[in-house]
């Protein structure tokens, strides 16, 4: 498709389960961010890809996140043990490379933690 | 560290004025960005505009513009001519040196009312 494609839309799991959340970038995009929104709150950063690699890991919250991207472009976020602090929308976005700043949002995936 | 300050929680403005939402930054990298992102009830966050710390003229993109003020580091946006569309949460965020991530303040909700 033309623009960032996350899935699932909502994911509603219980706590202690592990979650997975998908990204599909533009096509070409480089650069992949994923940001975490909780309930009327702004976004807060959590990984940033370039290419294969994260040079930027510090806003994953705890151990039991971690992502990964594969072959520059599909991007996974594994959220391990869930608890319901967890509960937000998490947004992915991309752009062409790192330093335009103009970032490609995706519509994010909103995971709720029972 | 970055930080992005949006003092504003909800404007209120009617359809066909101008309505101002402000933005105060805090960096100490020489060379930034500040972004306007709008975020409607559908969840997708849309780019509005970008400036750069060293352009002198201050950015514009159609009814939106901003008005940058690097001496009392804000970037306020300026929607001219209000339409009912505009109604929706909007983000200032900004990226440092390496533009490898963006920093969202907490958001402005406006709403444009008939």
């Known amino acids: 498709g033309a623009g960032v494609s996350q899935s699932p839309s909502n994911k509603v799991t219980e706590k202690g389960k592990d979650v997975e959340l998908r990204c599909d970038p533009i096509?070409?995009?480089?650069?992949l961010y994923w940001y975490r929104q909780s309930l009327g709150q702004g976004l807060e950063f959590l990984i940033y890809f370039q290419g294969n690699s994260a040079p930027d890991k510090s806003g994953l919250p705890s151990d039991r996140f971690s992502a990964e991207r594969t072959g520059g472009s599909v991007s996974t976020l594994t959220i391990q043990r869930t608890q319901q602090e967890d509960s937000a929308v998490y947004l992915c976005?991309?752009?062409?490379?790192?330093?335009?700043?103009?970032?490609?949002f995706g519509e994010g995936s909103r995971l709720t933690v029972l | 560290a970055q930080k992005i300050t949006q003092t504003q929680p909800g404007m209120f403005v009617q359809e066909k004025e101008a309505v101002t939402l402000d933005c105060t930054y805090d960096t100490s990298d020489p060379s930034y960005g500040l972004f306007w992102y709008k975020q409607p009830s559908s969840g997708e966050m849309i780019f509005l505009i970008y400036?750069?710390?060293?352009?002198?003229q201050n950015a514009t993109e159609g009814r939106y513009s901003l008005n940058f003020q690097k001496a009392r580091k804000s970037a306020n946006l300026v929607i001219s001519a209000s339409q009912l569309g505009d109604s929706a949460m909007y983000f200032c965020?900004?990226?440092?040196?390496?533009?490898?991530?963006?920093?969202f303040g907490k958001g402005t909700m406006l709403l444009v009312s008939p």
């Open positions: 400036q750069g710390s060293y352009d002198q």
């Open positions: 976005a991309s752009s062409q490379d790192r330093n335009t700043g103009e970032l490609f």
């Open positions: 965020a900004m990226a440092g040196s390496g533009y490898s991530t963006l920093t």
């Open positions: 096509s070409g995009h480089t650069a």
